[in-house]
């Protein structure tokens, strides 16, 4: 079979324009936004330091970066872990104040309760003890 040297041009040139179409297409699905293509600070490629100067093939790997950014990291995460504290500190106080709410109804509810009915009031100083006892932990 013979090869025209006419053909592998066309077909190369075919797809350089394939691929200008696929791009073209790509962009337009993006918004046209340079913005869409915003790559993640934490890539793939920012691992490997490409620099002829340190290495015969030109690959080294950047250990400072590496540090740099596993620090960056764990403080990222101890942010979280600290907002997320305050978040469950700041749940429990309401649930706290909740609690010495109901308590303080529960207590005024059993002074009334003193002279009319003794047996209910006994079941609602249970329930006081009770969330005391729970306050308590």
Same mark, same amino acid.
């Given at each position: 079979?013979?090869?025209?040297?006419?053909?592998?041009?066309?077909?190369?040139?075919?797809f350089?324009?394939?691929?200008?179409?696929?791009?073209?297409?790509?962009?337009?699905?993006?918004?046209?936004?340079?913005?869409?293509?915003?790559?993640?600070?934490?890539?793939?490629?920012?691992?490997?330091?490409?620099s002829?100067?340190?290495?015969?093939?030109?690959?080294?790997?950047?250990?400072?970066?590496?540090?740099?950014?596993?620090? +960056?990291?764990s &403080? #990222?995460?101890?942010? =979280?872990?600290? %907002? $997320?504290?305050?978040?469950?500190?700041?749940? @429990? /106080? *309401?649930?706290?104040?909740?609690?010495? +709410?109901?308590l &303080? #109804?529960l207590?005024? =509810?059993?002074? %009334? $309760?003193?002279?009319?009915?003794?047996?209910? @009031? /006994? *079941?609602?100083?249970?329930?006081?003890? +009770?969330?005391? &006892?729970?306050?308590?932990?």
């Amino acid at each position: 079979m013979k090869i025209n040297q006419r053909f592998i041009v066309k077909l190369a040139l075919g797809f350089v324009a394939m691929g200008g179409l696929l791009i073209l297409v790509g962009f337009a699905m993006s918004g046209f936004s340079w913005d869409a293509y915003a790559t993640d600070r934490h890539a793939w490629y920012r691992t490997f330091n490409v620099s002829s100067s340190h290495h015969e093939f030109g690959v080294m790997l950047d250990e400072d970066t590496a540090v740099q950014e596993a620090t +960056e990291e764990s &403080a #990222e995460k101890a942010e =979280e872990s600290r %907002e $997320l504290a305050a978040e469950k500190e700041e749940e @429990a /106080a *309401e649930a706290m104040s909740d609690l010495e +709410e109901t308590l &303080a #109804e529960l207590r005024s =509810e059993a002074q %009334e $309760l003193q002279g009319v009915d003794a047996k209910k @009031a /006994a *079941e609602v100083e249970a329930l006081i003890k +009770e969330l005391e &006892a729970a306050l308590k932990n």
